[in-house]
Structures are given as structure tokens and as C-alpha cells.
């Protein structure tokens, strides 16, 4: 099946740094790629996500990219806010099945 | 709109106790899931639902069953709990496949 590696997994940035989480992933018959945030004690929410026919996705200070042939993603956020603290998790979906990364736990610092 | 709601929202077993855990979504998804979160370990699929009427096992499949009663509801079943099901489950659902899944609120369980 896949497998998907997240990292780091913890990060800690100062307020209005950028942030960058990265996962690889091993089969490519993946082509689905979410990333969804989970505040501390709520439920995971999507924040962005990209297709495999798509090299790179934009939202506002978040954005995702995507190397077909390296099998990697990666989320980037920019200028960092405190509301930005929560745990990440990329995820890569083979057509049947979501598979998730272990997590980055994100804080920013004010 | 509720989306994904579950329920119980915590629960306490005791070793070989049997529970279930309710799911429903108001999207009209065809495929729901159910997964566990432990520290450090993510989200770990256990079963889904690709449509009403179907199951799969996921990649931790050992202890639960699962029944789709109907195309909203989604329920899992612990039928002897055992101290390494303490977790937090989540359910999920998506459109199909293979688009954005949805999650409720989580229930934190422990088997103790």
C-alpha cells in the first residue's frame, strides 16, 4: 500500500516567518493530495489540496506543491500568524483510500 | 448543515466491554470512514464505505466491524474492547473516493 512521510514533526517559527512542511509519497498511482489542519481537541479540516495534473495551488498565505516525479509535496505558509498553531497532516489518495502523513505540530511564536 | 456528526463524544470501557460508535452526515456522501488518532502515529484508516451497501478493510482493521446501515449512517463496533483501542476515532466522509473528506467531531475512548 502507501506510504506517506511527513516532516518535520514539530516546528516552531517566529510570527510572520514562513513555514514549510514537506511529505513524500511511494506509489504513484496517487493523484489526490490534501492537507488539513487540526486545532488542539477539534476535528481535522482541509486547507488546501492539490490533483496530480497540477504542479502547484494557491490560497491567500498557503500554498501547496506538488513533484510527480520526485513523489513529494510540500505546504508552505507565509507570514505566519498565532492562529496558524495547529497540527498538519498531508495525505496522499490512490483513487480508494486516504493515507496520512504522522503530523507536523506547527507553533508560532509571537 | 450538521455535516459529520458522531456520537458518543467520550466513553469509558472496561477490558471486554462491547460499544458502538454512531455516524451520520446530511451531505449526501457516498463513501464514509472511520479512523483512529494516536499520538504520533496520525490518522490510520480502519474501515470505509465506497457506497451504500459496500465495506473495505482499511490498514488497522483487527477488533471493530462495521456496518453502513444506510447511505448516512456509518456505525463501528468494538465487540470486546481491549486497552490498545484507546484512542480518538474519527468518522469521515467524501463525496466519492477520491475528493475532500469531511470529518466529525471525534469520540475519545478508553478501554480501561
Known amino acids: 500500500g502507501e506510504n506517506v512521510e511527513q516532516h518535520p514533526s514539530t516546528l516552531s517559527v517566529q510570527e510572520g516567518d514562513s513555514a514549510v512542511i514537506k511529505c513524500t509519497y511511494s506509489?504513484?498511482?496517487?493523484?489526490?493530495f490534501p492537507w488539513y489542519k487540526q486545532e488542539l481537541g477539534k476535528r481535522p479540516q482541509l486547507i488546501i489540496d492539490?490533483?496530480?495534473?497540477?504542479g502547484e495551488k494557491k490560497d491567500q498565505r498557503i500554498a501547496v506543491t506538488l513533484n510527480k516525479t520526485a513523489k513529494h509535496f510540500s505546504l508552505h505558509i507565509t507570514e505566519t500568524q498565532p492562529e496558524d498553531s495547529a497540527v498538519y497532516f498531508c495525505?496522499?489518495?490512490?483513487?480508494?483510500?486516504?493515507?496520512f502523513g504522522t503530523g507536523t505540530s506547527l507553533t508560532v511564536i509571537p | 448543515n450538521a455535516g459529520v456528526t458522531q456520537t458518543p463524544k467520550f466513553q469509558v470501557l472496561k477490558t471486554g466491554q462491547s460499544m458502538t460508535l454512531q455516524c451520520a452526515q446530511d451531505?449526501?456522501?457516498?463513501?464514509m470512514y472511520w479512523y483512529r488518532q494516536d499520538p504520533g502515529m496520525g490518522l490510520r484508516l480502519i474501515y470505509y464505505?465506497?457506497?451504500?451497501?459496500?465495506?473495505d478493510k482499511g490498514e488497522v482493521p483487527n477488533g471493530y466491524n462495521v456496518s453502513r446501515l444506510n447511505k448516512r449512517e456509518f456505525s463501528l463496533r468494538l465487540e470486546s474492547a481491549a486497552p490498545s483501542q484507546t484512542s480518538v476515532y474519527f468518522c469521515?466522509?467524501?463525496?466519492?473516493?477520491?475528493?475532500?473528506?469531511?470529518f466529525g467531531q471525534g469520540t475519545r475512548l478508553t478501554v480501561v
Open positions: 492539490i490533483r496530480s495534473n497540477v
Open positions: 469521515a466522509s467524501s463525496n466519492t473516493l477520491n475528493t475532500e473528506a469531511f
Open positions: 451531505m449526501n456522501h457516498n463513501s
Open positions: 464505505s465506497a457506497s451504500e451497501g459496500t465495506t
Open positions: 495525505a496522499a489518495n490512490t483513487g480508494n483510500q486516504f493515507y
Open positions: 506509489d504513484s498511482a496517487s493523484n489526490y
